[in-house]
Every structure is written in structure tokens, then in C-alpha cells.
């Protein structure tokens, strides 16, 4: 149901569900509203099948004559009677020809270029459909948003980055999951028809989603779409129509996926550099310079200084914990007073 984002700020107000004909009439008006304020406004493609609606959100980007159009004239331009601002701003707007009291959320989503305007609206086309996607590559080791697919497996004690962005391009995203976009443009006229299609991607494998059925987020369990997707896959494996099938290696996927996107050497390059960082710290760090100096504060920043002078990054990395000390006490010994304690 919507109003969550007023629980607190309007505890008495109801926020009911609409009906596809009232639904459908308020987005007409939002619409037409909106477009008074921003270049570009829509409404991502609804799920199917929806007997109601809980709430309407809105993609905007570009305003019309200015940089920002403040919450209180999108307030005054929706006539709504509450709002909340952020990068999605919450509105609550008198139902029509609703009781007193009786309120819709419409939230607006404003993005800063069209480019995240037409990856937000495809992203929650649909549905829950994004979610699932994204749950598909959960699976795999990567992550799926509105900014577009990354890879979020990396081990830090391999150098490997926390997160690696591959593309915020949805069509060539698409087409690494092998999925037709055609099916996607023609439309769904269920939500079955939308998990066949999910089904055809070569990522999709039932087996890969067991987990998921028990370890639910709360934000999760309130999402029809994506709970009747779990049970979707789950009836496809207790059916053995995968019996056989060999599911992909999540690490192999990854490898594939930097390819795909031409990553792989901007990837390689910040494991280089973090491997490289992390033998540094190793052989030559600011404690292990005091405990060979004895020297103290800025005396230490000092003596380092003085050690990269004479020995570049590329040779300290082929030398031993030992011959960096060596090398350190030799500077160190060089040094006059002055030049240890100045800074």
C-alpha cells in the first residue's frame, strides 16, 4: 500500500490503494502537470496483471527555464498537501474524488541527465521485473541497478576492487544476459509471460535462486512480482525440467562479462595497483620505519621521503622486508639532525 514514506508525518491520513481506473486517470493529470516543469516525464511500463496500485512514481529530468525546481512548486504543481524532498521526492496528493483525509503517494524521481532517465525507466519497467534481473546477477557474483551492471565479488585480499562498474548500457547488458529486447519492447500481458522471458536468459538457472527463498530482506516480502518469480523457479526445479542442465561457474561468468564489455585491462591494472599498494605496506610503512629508527612524528614522514629519493617503488617492491631496512637505517644514518626533525 502507499503512504509509507507519511506513516510518521501523517499518522491519521489513509493512503488506499486505487483502482486501474483511478490509477490511470491520476497519471494522466501527474503527466500532464510534470510537463510544465521538465523536458522529459514519464511512468515506467506497470507490471501486469495488477488488480490495484499502491502508488504512482514518476521519472523526470531536464527542468524547463531553471537548474532545480524546488520541492514547493513541485508540491504546488502536483497539489499536493504533504512532501518530502530527496533525489526521489514523496507527495501526498487528495485522492480523487476520494473522502477527507484520504490521500495518494506519488512519488517523483528526478534523474540529472536523460541517459540515467532512460536507465531508471527501463530499470522499473515492469515491475518487480528489474529485482529479478538483479537477482540473476546476484548469482553470478555481479549487481544489477538503475546505474547499470558491476561487478561486486572482488576479494580485497587479492587487490581485486569492491565494486567494478562494466556498463550503463541496458541494450549491451541485455544482450550479455541473452535476452531479446524485442519481447521486452512488444510488451507483457502476464507475469508469467514476463519469468518465460527471464527463463530464456542463458544466465537463468533455478537451482542458482534456492537461497534466495530463505533468506527474504524485509523490503522483499512485500513485492508479489518478485516472491511469485521465486516460486516460479522453485516449481521449475522440483519439476526436474533442469535435471542435467550444468549451471554456469560464477567465476567463468565474470571473466566473461569483463571481456564483453572491453573491462578486462582497466580491471587487471587496479589489481596491479592494489597488489602492488598492498606488498608496499608490507616492506615499508610508517611503523616499521620507527621501530628501525626509533625517530618519532614528522621525523618519520621526513626519513620516508628521504628513502623514496633513493630508491623508486618498482625496486622496493623486488626487495625483502630486511634489505628495505637496510636501506631505511642507511638514510637514516645520512641524515643531520636538521633534516630529520624539519618537515
Not at 119 to 140: T, W
Not at 144 to 151: R, S, T, V
Not at 186 to 207: C, E, K, M, Y
Not at 268 to 297: D, E, P, S, Y
Amino acid at each position: 500500500m502507499g503512504g509509507n514514506a507519511f506513516a510518521e508525518l501523517a499518522p491519521g491520513a489513509s493512503f488506499p490503494r486505487m483502482s486501474p481506473e483511478v490509477y490511470n486517470a491520476l497519471k494522466a493529470t501527474m503527466l500532464a502537470r510534470l510537463a510544465l516543469l521538465f523536458a522529459h516525464v514519464a511512468v515506467p511500463r506497470e507490471a501486469p496483471e495488477k488488480d490495484d496500485y499502491g502508488d504512482l512514481d514518476l521519472i523526470v529530468a531536464e527542468p524547463l527555464g531553471a537548474r532545480e525546481v524546488p520541492l514547493e512548486l513541485l508540491k504546488d504543481t502536483l497539489g499536493a498537501v504533504l512532501a518530502i524532498g530527496g533525489s526521489t521526492s514523496n507527495f501526498a496528493v487528495p485522492m480523487p474524488d476520494g473522502p477527507p483525509d484520504t490521500y495518494v503517494q506519488v512519488d517523483v524521481i528526478k534523474c540529472g541527465t536523460v541517459d540515467k532517465f532512460e536507465r531508471v525507466m527501463f530499470f522499473h519497467a515492469y515491475g518487480d521485473l528489474g529485482m529479478i534481473l538483479g537477482l540473476i546477477a546476484r548469482s553470478y557474483g555481479l549487481s544489477l541497478g538503475h546505474n547499470g551492471l558491476k561487478i561486486v565479488v572482488g576479494s580485497a585480499e587479492d587487490g581485486e576492487p569492491h565494486s567494478f562498474s562494466l556498463s550503463a548500457d541496458f541494450q549491451h547488458i541485455m544482450r550479455f544476459f541473452a535476452l531479446d529486447l524485442t519481447l521486452w519492447q512488444a510488451g507483457f500481458a502476464t507475469q508469467r509471460a514476463i519469468f518465460d522471458w527471464v527463463r530464456t536468459s542463458r544466465l537463468f538457472h533455478p537451482a542458482r535462486h534456492r537461497e534466495s527463498t530463505r533468506r527474504m530482506h524485509r523490503r522483499e516480502l512485500s513485492r508479489t512480482m518478485y516472491l511469485n518469480f521465486l516460486q516460479y523457479a522453485r516449481e521449475l526445479e522440483e519439476s526436474g525440467a533442469y535435471d542435467g542442465v550444468e549451471q554456469l561457474v560464477p567465476a567463468d561468468v565474470v571473466a566473461q562479462a569483463k571481456r564483453e564489455f572491453g573491462k578486462e585491462d582497466e580491471y587487471n591494472a587496479i589489481v596491479q595497483t592494489n597488489r602492488r599498494r598492498a606488498k608496499m605496506k608490507t616492506v615499508f610503512n610508517g611503523h616499521l620505519v620507527m621501530a628501525w629508527t626509533g625517530a618519532q612524528g614528522l621525523a618519520v614522514r621526513r626519513i620516508m621521503g628521504a628513502v623514496r629519493a633513493v630508491v623508486s617503488e618498482d625496486e622496493m617492491m623486488q626487495m625483502t622486508v630486511e634489505e628495505v631496512e637496510a636501506v631505511v637505517r642507511r638514510v637514516y644514518a645520512e641524515l643531520s639532525a636538521d633534516e630529520v626533525v624539519s618537515s
